[in-house]
T-cell receptor, first 117, second 116 residues
Framework: KQEVTQIPAALSVPEGENLVLNCSFT??????LQWFRQDPGKGLTSLLL?????REQTSGRLNASLDKSSGRSTLYIAASQPGDSATYLC????????????????FGKGTKLTVNP | GAVVSQHPSRVICKSGTSVKIECRSL??????MFWYRQFPKQSLMLMAT?????????EQGVEKDKFLINHASLTLSTLTVTSAHPEDSSFYIC????????????FGPGTRLTVL
């Protein structure tokens, strides 16, 4: 059974600091890995998606890496800003079923990030 | 970009009543929609996968007679919580997957259900 763990559960940093969020998963047989942002009481915003064949993806100040063999991913946020404060969720997508249909996402519990001005 | 809406965003109901939550894909057709539940400080847990025109597939431990899912069209899925109890209070989020195997889920804004 696939399990996704995110460390730390919470993180508080001063504005401007670079930071790394960690995600690990127990089964390396994944289709892709995705990082999301969730603001309090809101839905999910997709930040970065890394296919299983890729090593990293970048978008602006965000960089996500994937080491499938070791079951790890990191989300690097450069020059953090107060507006980055949110919960960051990591999710792995399992392969589809025998008919090639969709398979589910398995989520971690998230890292709650607070960036202090 | 692909937009998914949910209605209502917040609902409070009495114990024993039924509540219906709608999930709509606004600018694309979704052959598959997913329903998740999120308890405070917990991860999103998949409840069921809904395919248009067919019965939903429920995850282990989710009561299909309690959480009724209907996916009648390519843009609408509904989740009905029947005979709601306080322990059903949670944040319910849907997502929709574009047809054609794009394998990207677009998430709705969520519905906060409080059962008194």
């Amino acid at each position: 059974k696939q399990e996704v763990t995110q460390i730390p559960a919470a993180l508080s940093v001063p504005e401007g600091e670079n930071l790394v969020l960690n995600c690990s998963f127990t089964d390396s047989a994944i289709y892709n890995l995705q990082w999301f942002r969730q603001d309090p009481g809101k839905g999910l915003t997709s930040l970065l998606l890394i296919q299983s064949s890729q090593r990293e993806q970048t978008s602006g100040r965000l960089n996500a890496s994937l080491d499938k063999s070791s079951g790890r991913s990191t989300l690097y946020i450069a020059a953090s800003q107060p507006g980055d404060s949110a919960t960051y969720l990591c999710a792995v997508r399992l392969f589809g079923g025998s008919q090639g249909g969709s398979e589910k996402l398995v989520f971690g519990k998230g890292t709650k990030l607070t960036v202090n001005p | 970009g692909a937009v998914v809406s949910q209605h209502p965003s917040r609902v409070i109901c009495k114990s024993g009543t039924s509540v219906k939550i709608e999930c709509r894909s606004l600018d694309f057709q979704a052959t598959t929609m997913f329903w998740y539940r999120q308890f405070p400080k917990q991860s999103l847990m998949l409840m069921a996968t809904s395919n248009e025109g067919s019965k939903a597939t429920y995850e282990q431990g989710v009561e299909k007679d309690k959480f009724l899912i209907n996916h009648a069209s390519l843009t609408l899925s509904t989740l009905t919580v029947t005979s709601a109890h306080p322990e059903d209070s949670s944040f319910y989020i849907c997502s929709a997957e574009t047809s054609g195997g794009a394998n990207t889920q677009y998430f709705g804004p969520g519905t906060r259900l409080t059962v008194l």
